[in-house]
């Protein structure tokens, strides 16, 4: 089967610097996508990672180790509007869907 | 317009009623997904078309649920004899090519059954 793990809520302070992880489960991998999703809107595209290591863009990086199943997404210098919930996503074993986490509620306290 | 563009963005159904969720998504995108997200939730897959072809609805919860995409472009998701267990967000996503890619998300319809 398939599986995705990640915080369901985290709480940062604006300025500082907060990890969110996740963990995944599958039979064949495709690479490890990050969305982002404010409430009541449409989840946005952050980053995608085939490759182990670390990818920055800006404020946000995203890490990828294939051998642990593990990913985490960085974001830095926060600001409030990064309140928003975080989806780890990947590819639907044998299909061509994402499969998404629950997502992790990020709060940005100031 | 540029993005995927979803309507109605607010529906109130009473339990037994039909509705019908319309998706327009990006020009030219070949594939159509419909996820439905209940609130605190991630997305959950529903359906997926290519063109105007579908090739997977394995997601689709009961047979009350019904989608259809017959000129490859705009899409609607009919849900017959709602129930309140219906009650969620349904997006609507468009990616470029066949390859899972980067998804374009709308906005959702919000369907509340009562």
């Known amino acids: 089967g398939q599986n995705i793990d990640q915080p369901t809520e985290m709480t940062a302070t604006e300025g500082a610097i907060v990890q969110i992880n996740c963990t995944y489960q599958t039979s064949g991998f495709n690479g490890l996508f990050w969305y982002q999703q404010h409430a009541g809107e449409a989840p946005t595209f952050l980053s995608y990672?085939?490759?182990?290591g670390l990818e920055e863009k800006g404020r946000f990086s995203s890490f990828l180790s294939r051998s642990k199943g593990y990913s985490y997404l960085l974001l830095k210098e926060l600001q409030m509007k990064d309140s928003a919930s975080y989806l780890c996503a990947a590819p639907q074993t044998g299909a061509n869907n994402l499969f998404f986490g629950t997502g992790t509620r990020l709060t940005v306290i100031p | 317009g540029a993005g995927v563009s979803q309507s109605p963005r607010y529906k109130v159904a009473k339990r037994g009623q039909d509705v019908a969720l319309r998706c327009d998504p990006i020009s030219g995108h070949v594939s159509l997904f419909w996820y439905q997200q209940a609130l605190g939730q991630g997305p959950e897959f529903l359906t997926y078309?290519?063109?105007?072809?579908?090739?997977?609805k394995s997601g689709l919860p009961s047979d009350r649920f019904f989608a259809e995409r017959p000129e490859g472009s705009v899409s609607t998701l009919k849900i017959q004899r709602t129930q309140q267990e219906d009650s969620a967000v349904y997006l609507c996503?468009?990616?470029?090519?066949?390859?899972?890619?980067?998804?374009?998300f709308g906005e959702g319809s919000r369907l509340t059954v009562l």
């Open positions: 078309f290519q063109n105007e072809a579908q090739l997977d």
């Open positions: 996503a468009s990616s470029l090519d066949t390859n899972t890619g980067e998804l374009f």
């Open positions: 990672n085939v490759l182990d």
